[in-house]
């Protein structure tokens, strides 16, 4: 799959994604890196067919407002360490995949993984 990693996560999660097969870009790959505004990243990953993985809930708005972008992994787990973060979606990550085969808008907590659809 193809993801893109917000600003507001770290690079470890794209090299955790990579390792697991899937192609992924992080904000700072992209030429105005981590200030690069938000409906630009939603252009970004709409072009490429990336789903998109961020802390910021401005995004679910624009899920909700516009219906992009077309798919979102939310991370609620609030502020945690790198090695947290990767033991969560160590957890998670199999559960969330399966859960977009069905569900535009997937939340990964600290204890749990949920999805959600949207009207677009």
Known sequence: MRFFVD??????????????????????????????????????????????????????????LTGSPRQLLIITTGNIKNVELIAT???????ALRLFESFEVIELGNHFVTGRNIGS
């Open 7 to 64: 600003a507001q996560l770290p690079p470890v999660l794209k090299f955790w994604l990579v390792q697991q097969g899937h192609d992924c870009v992080h904000a700072i790959d992209l030429p105005k890196k981590d200030s690069t505004p938000d409906i630009e990243i939603v252009d970004f990953v709409t072009s490429e067919n990336r789903i998109l993985i961020s802390k910021d809930s401005d995004f679910l708005k624009l899920k909700l």
């Open 89 to 95: 979606f160590e957890r998670n990550f199999r559960s």
